[in-house]
């Protein structure tokens, strides 16, 4: 492994290797328990169901709240899952144990980021036949669209949501924390997301989305980087 | 830190600065209510204009200082830029209040509606909660380098999020008034009006600069005062 983390000496090889050991690592370790991914799992069905009976069915066709209910989903679905990234290192001092040896502290964050993204994804991917089969909308026509929506809208919020999980488990009221500072940063992916899925489902042409989409892409890219540089920020000395 | 000496002095010159803001505010209420003529079609409730614009103006100085300041921590890891931060958002976070409260005011009768979902109120409305997100986190950590450094970071993440926000709510839709002093044209305010809203804007720079200094006082002065309390034996 490298001699040092800082500059451009740790070759491209062994920052792989760091990050595809903690992804192994948490993804082992949610096999064994799936305690993030069933309780995930388990609220995003009930949060799409009540979302379904939040409305005056004479009034408000379902397909019109489809969107945003399919977004709040996975919202607070994802929310549940991120705050257990960090609960996780936190036992036994484990965090310190990873920053002790000498990988690149980059790759630490971006290995827990991509397991996050993985376990969210696979919540997302789940939820999305029990959504079509709840809210009875046609999206098969759609669906590399809707796919390449989701994938956007779910990077940016799970590089902030694990960034800000590792500070936010480290202070005095920890997992209430994370919704009080993630949601500010989600208006822009949510609301983009939202807008896109209903165009979607709406069968209008991509060119209408094209605002969005390029809103959704620049905040991944800026928000991307800058939580990789920024998590250094927030370990100890 | 700063000695106990030099933060009660600062904190002097913030009272003074302060006093010397609030006189110059009565005039600007006297000059606003008297001397400045009524705006033919809002009427009265125009007035509020010389209230709410300035205060808006000194949030956004006061937020953009929290995030200038929170680069410069990190950088340096001056605890006396940390506290200097902190003051400024929550300096920031009282002139929001006072911006949220007075634009539904004059919503109301202008607009017939208390409040709109439109990209400025939006945006103002969610940095707003951003920074008492940020007030928040400061109360939850008790180590003062972590604190530091963890408002540091959702300072300069907040800097980035600010115009995507109000990029995200701009494509939604706008109803605000555009702007009429800060636009590539000419100002297309009348004069007198112009004057007493620039008066106005000096008048909140200079409060802002009060509020900031009493608060950092007030911050450092606690601080010392827990150090001695962890001291004592």
């Known amino acids: 492994m490298s001699p040092t983390d800082t500059g451009a000496c740790w070759l491209v090889r062994d920052f792989g290797r760091v990050v595809f050991a903690i992804v192994a690592k948490d993804l082992t370790i949610e096999l064994r328990t799936k305690t993030a991914f069933l309780s995930s799992m388990v609220f995003a069905i009930l949060v799409l169901a009540i979302l379904f009976f939040a409305r005056d069915p004479t009034a408000v066709a379902s397909i019109d709240v489809a969107p945003g209910a399919l977004w709040v989903t996975f919202t607070f679905a994802a929310m549940i899952g991120l705050n257990r990234a960090f609960l996780l290192e936190r036992e036994n001092r484990a965090l310190d144990g990873m920053l002790l040896t000498d990988a690149p502290r980059t790759a630490i964050f971006v290995g827990k980021a991509l397991a996050n993204l993985l376990l969210v994804a696979a919540v997302e991917l789940i939820s999305l036949p029990l959504f079509v089969l709840f809210y009875d909308v046609p999206i098969f026509a759609r669906l590399p669209e809707l796919l390449t929506v989701m994938a956007m809208a779910t990077v940016a919020f799970v590089a902030v949501g694990t960034l800000l999980s590792s500070m936010v488990v480290r202070t005095r009221f920890a997992e209430l924390m994370l919704p009080l500072l993630l949601l500010p940063f989600l208006i822009p992916p949510i609301v983009g997301a939202v807008q896109v899925t209903s165009l979607i489902l709406a069968g209008r042409p991509l060119s209408e989305m094209s605002g969005w989409i390029k809103l959704l892409a620049a905040f991944d890219i800026a928000f991307c980087t800058m939580t990789i540089l920024l998590f250094e920020a927030t370990l100890d000395e | ?233």
């Open chain 2, 1 to 233: 830190m700063i000695s106990r000496e030099r933060a009660l002095g600062i904190a002097k010159g913030g009272q003074i600065v302060t006093a010397v803001a609030l006189v110059a505010l009565a005039g600007i209420f006297v000059r606003a209510l008297v001397f400045t003529p009524v705006e033919r079609l809002q009427g009265p409730a125009q007035k509020i204009f010389y209230i709410h614009v300035p205060a808006a103006w000194a949030a956004l100085i006061a937020f953009s200082v929290t995030g200038i300041l929170s680069i410069v921590y990190l950088w340096l890891k001056d605890r006396r830029i940390d506290m200097a931060a902190a003051s400024s958002a929550e300096v920031g976070v009282a002139f929001a209040v006072v911006m949220l409260t007075t634009g539904p005011i004059w919503g109301k009768p202008v607009w017939g509606t208390w409040w709109t979902w439109d990209a400025r109120l939006t945006s103002t409305l969610f940095i707003f909660l951003l920074f008492i997100g940020y007030l928040i986190l400061r109360d939850a950590v008790t180590d003062p380098d972590t604190r530091g450094r963890f408002s540091a970071v959702l300072g300069i993440l907040g800097l980035v999020l600010v115009p995507f926000i109000h990029i995200t709510v701009y494509l939604f839709r706008t109803l605000h008034p555009e702007p009429i002093v800060l636009k590539p044209s000419a100002p297309s305010l009348p004069g007198e009006m112009l004057v007493t809203l620039l008066a106005s804007l000096a008048v909140f720079t200079v409060l802002y600069f009060g509020f900031m200094m009493q608060r950092y006082a007030l911050g450092s002065l606690r601080e010392l005062r827990e150090q001695e309390v962890q001291s004592a034996p």
